[in-house]
């Protein structure tokens, strides 16, 4: 076998000047800039552009797949491998250090690292594979398999558009494939994960609206509360420690709430601004439905209202978990939050759903469902991977892990989230300052290269 180690260093700089490329384009779903053959925004489609230009100029054929998602491919026999990534990110919240579209390298050496929103989620995995089918494509050594690379372009929603790419241009699913958009060594189980929105009609005088926020499946990190100028309220806040800022406009305060965010499958990492802002609001202005409400969002697992489960199939990931990202609440005296709630084999969404409207006195409405994903570790596209990622890592005890995340590996059949991020070097995704160190950036090139040539040569 072709020492990927030793091949994947001719692909290094390349690799980084084309992630540094992708950074730059800011692909943020905009609902505003939506036109054919740009179903996502402007920004979207211009990191799917890019990319595709870059794979032309490779020598790959390109399908720009309506707008929906670039297709790379490369071969034309025998079993075909798919790698699926994506191309569009999350919206920018919190304090950046550096641009988080500046794609700006700090530090030396194995601490040198690329700073910038897509690093590592996931527009750092995808470089790393494009390059991985390059370094093949270039060294002869895709023969008798063929490989299609995918980026789409609004996995962070929701992954529509797979499901376009599947679902109406009908393109063929991969024998063998995996999603570099997770945790290495390999993710053979996922959650499932049900969305949905409460809502509430009530009045919360004094308070005029709140808005915070930014997608349903990262933590709420900054939640803006207007109301009636009370000094009283503001030095309550300094006196109980709360993390915020206030400003004044005529009679009106408007009065920010910070937290921390995280990814909406690891809720217990963030700080829910919104449940702050509920439990301010609920001491000081003696509201027990706002006091109520903050002790369930700060509880990540659902065991305060009894909608919590464990699965075992999923061992030390085994509990449920609930995020509430966005929240509003307006003139017409509505509430609304939204809810990302992920459980195992033995979780019950109805039940869940119920219990927590029963706690709260809020209706729920399910938006969609994610199915729950576990696949055989002793199968042949398990243990291949496991065996290149083993190879080209010598860590040879790592074992398969299960996940509350959830990716393409869903809506691609035959397929199973395969990094890219190491252990303890996750890259704050979702978070400000997002990031990739470029020594890892280099090993996913060569655990991809070997990953995809020996899915390529599986015997049947």
């Not at 505003?32 to 032309?56: C, M, N, R």
């Not at 459980?343 to 119920?354: A, L, Q």
Request: aromatic share 12%; hydrophobic share 35%.
């Amino acid at each position: 076998m072709a020492n990927f180690k030793k091949l994947a260093k001719n692909y290094e700089k390349t690799g980084v000047l084309a992630l540094q490329e992708m950074v730059h384009r800011p692909s943020v779903y905009d609902e505003k800039t939506i036109e054919k053959g740009a179903p996502y925004g402007k920004e979207v489609k211009e990191a799917l552009d890019y990319l595709a230009s870059l794979a032309k100029s490779y020598g790959f054929a390109v399908d720009t797949c309506e707008g929906y998602a670039t297709e790379i491919s490369y071969g034309e026999n025998g079993p075909l491998i798919g790698i699926y990534a994506h191309s569009d990110v999350v919206p920018v919240s919190g304090k950046w250090d550096n641009p988080p579209f500046g794609g700006k390298i700090v530090g030396e050496g194995k601490e040198a690292k690329m700073i910038g929103r897509g690093t590592s989620d996931d527009k750092g995995p995808l470089i790393a594979s494009l390059m991985a089918i390059k370094l093949l494509k270039d060294n002869g050594l895709i023969k008798g398999y063929r490989v299609r690379l995918v980026s789409g372009g609004d996995e962070e929603r929701g992954s529509s558009c797979l499901e376009h790419y599947f679902g109406v241009l009908k393109k063929p699913h991969c024998d063998y494939g995996f999603t570099p958009d997770a945790s290495f060594p390999l993710i053979y189980a996922e959650k499932a994960i049900s969305r949905a929105n409460a809502s509430k009609m009530i009045d919360l005088s004094p308070v005029l609206a709140m808005d915070g926020g930014t997608v349903a499946n990262a933590v709420c990190d900054r939640l803006v509360v207007t109301l009636p100028s009370d000094k009283k309220f503001a030095a309550f806040l300094k006196e109980k420690g709360y993390d915020f800022d206030v400003s004044t406009a005529g009679s009106i305060d408007i009065v920010t709430f910070k937290g921390k965010s995280a990814h909406g499958s690891t809720p217990s990492f963030g700080v829910n601004a919104a449940g702050k802002a509920f439990e301010a609001l609920g001491a000081f202005y003696k509201n027990e439905f706002l006091s109520k409400l903050a002790t369930v969002v700060f509880d990540p697992t659902g065991k305060t209202f009894g909608g919590d489960s464990y699965s075992p199939d999923f061992g030390k990931e085994g509990n449920s978990s609930f995020n509430y990202g966005v929240v509003k609440y307006d003139s017409r005296k509505v509430l609304t939050i939204s809810i990302d709630h992920r459980y195992g084999e033995k979780g019950d969404k109805d039940k869940s759903f119920r219990a927590f409207s029963e706690a709260t006195g809020m209706n729920v409405n399910v938006m969609g469902e994610s199915r729950l994903l576990h696949f055989d570790q002793k199968s042949p596209l398990v243990s291949t991977l496991m065996k290149s990622y083993k190879r080209m890592t010598h860590k040879f005890f790592d074992k398969p892990i299960a996940i509350g995340g959830g990716t393409y590996a869903k809506e691609a059949k035959n397929c199973v989230a395969y990094g890219s991020a190491f252990a303890g070097r996750e890259g704050d995704i979702h978070s400000p300052n997002e990031y990739i160190y470029l020594e890892d950036f280099y090993k996913q090139i060569a655990i991809y290269a070997d990953a995809i040539y020996s899915l390529g040569t599986i015997k049947k």
